[in-house]
Nanobody
């Protein structure tokens, strides 16, 4: 059974940086597509970053482009989300998601993923 455990969230001031980590256990990390989503209170969950299974193709929505970076370390079975220049509107619970599926494409929909972490809270104060 695949398990994902996120860490790295917290309370920071606007302009600060955070790096989220997501460790997968229970199945090989390689040949998996991956993504980070977030959900703010009263809003739907949205994609903030996606990565194909070889790490060569990335997606970011306009709201985070240039500030967030998704990366992976297959040797450590770990997915990262580096978040710079954080804004109050980035406040949300952040979730990592994976699916064991080799693809040169990235995936941006929740239903494209089969494994989810429990979420980590990120709060950005103004």
């Amino acid at each position: 059974q695949v398990q994902l455990v996120e860490s790295g969230g917290g309370l920071v001031q606007a302009g600060a940086s955070l790096r989220l980590s997501c460790v997968q256990s229970g199945r090989t990390f390689s040949s998996s597509v991956m993504g980070w989503f977030r959900q703010a209170p009263g809003k739907e969950r949205e994609i903030v970053a996606a990565l194909n299974s070889v790490g060569s193709n990335r997606y970011y929505p306009e709201s985070v482009k240039g500030r967030f970076t998704i990366s992976r370390d297959d040797a450590k079975n770990t997915l990262y989300l580096q978040m710079n220049s954080l804004k109050p509107e980035d406040t949300a619970v952040y979730y990592c998601a994976t699916r064991f599926h080799w693809s040169n494409l990235y995936y941006t929909r929740e239903k494209d993923y089969t494994n989810w972490g429990q979420g980590t809270q990120v709060t950005v104060s103004s």
